[in-house]
């Protein structure tokens, strides 16, 4: 029974809101559309703004006022009243500087004896200004390292779980001008007498697999050292900021990440050939052998 009030109450005070609104002085000006003015927007009629409309204002206002109050005591579904409720409410306190306190020894992509934690190396990185951070080493999850091969113009994805060492060779340094147009709107550009730095690289990986590759990309490279996590780029290309030096300019020199017996493993599971092109020595691991005529 007190929750049916509860919600004839609601009711109300939907309906004294919207007696309020239709019949308030702001709606004496308003602009309303008509379906036949094809301008869309014209002022409303001067019957609209009639003194009847005053006291049905007033009475929607009183009207929702009084619907306040009652729902002040009346109990809700709880069985507490809305009165009730916003006294025992509490404020709410942002958070200090010791309520969170991150756990250092969380791994970042979940246990250690899981497929995917093995993307999570142990490892050095070398910087250019002789900075050297020791701790773990990973990637995007699930993004292998993608590289461009200029000689055969193509991509070739590397695996974190199968680089032993990455070397970075500087393949151009240079100071580029800054250039401004001379005005607004002109084609006439002046040397500023300011330059940036600008330097292009590329990246030797040296596998568990196979040859080294050599090609240039762009990807995240994340290093926890202790409690603290640094966010590097791998460039492909990098511009310092105006007025800067080439010796200013920080980047990665060279990675060198730890082999386990598990990622050993790991790299001999995967596949190296296709089956199709030794289709000779699938036929012989099954017992039988290919006929002397068959073309290959």
Known sequence: MKYQRYLNGMALLRLSIIVSYQFG??????????????????????????????????AGIVLTLATILFLLTVPSASGQSLGSILSKARNAKAPGSGQFKPNENVHPFGASNSTTSLAVREGIVTLSNG??????????LKTPFRVWLADIQQYRDIDIRLIKTVQV??????????????????DIKNYSGK??????????????????????????????????????????RVEGKLGEKLSSVVYVKSMTLKVTPALVRYAAGLTRKLPLLHWRKLLAGLG????SGARH
């Not at 900075?131 to 995007?140: A, E, M, N, R, Y």
């Not at 990246?203 to 202790?226: C, H, I, N, S």
């Open 25 to 58: 002085p702001w709606q004496q000006t308003s602009t309303f559309c008509s379906r036949g003015f094809s301008g869309g927007v014209q002022q409303r009629p001067a019957e609209y703004d009639a003194a009847p409309r005053r006291p049905m204002a007033i």
């Open 131 to 140: 900075k050297v951070l020791s701790g773990q080493v990973w990637t995007t």
């Open 169 to 186: 060779h500087v393949l151009k340094a240079e100071e580029i001008r800054d250039w401004r147009y001379q005005q607004e709107g002109s």
């Open 195 to 236: 330059t940036r730095p600008r330097i292009s690289f590329a990246y030797r990986f040296t596998t568990l697999r196979g040859k080294p590759v050599t090609g240039t990309l762009d990807a995240p490279l994340f290093v926890r050292v202790g409690g603290h996590t640094f966010n590097l780029i791998l460039y492909k």
């Open 288 to 291: 039988a052998a290919p006929s």
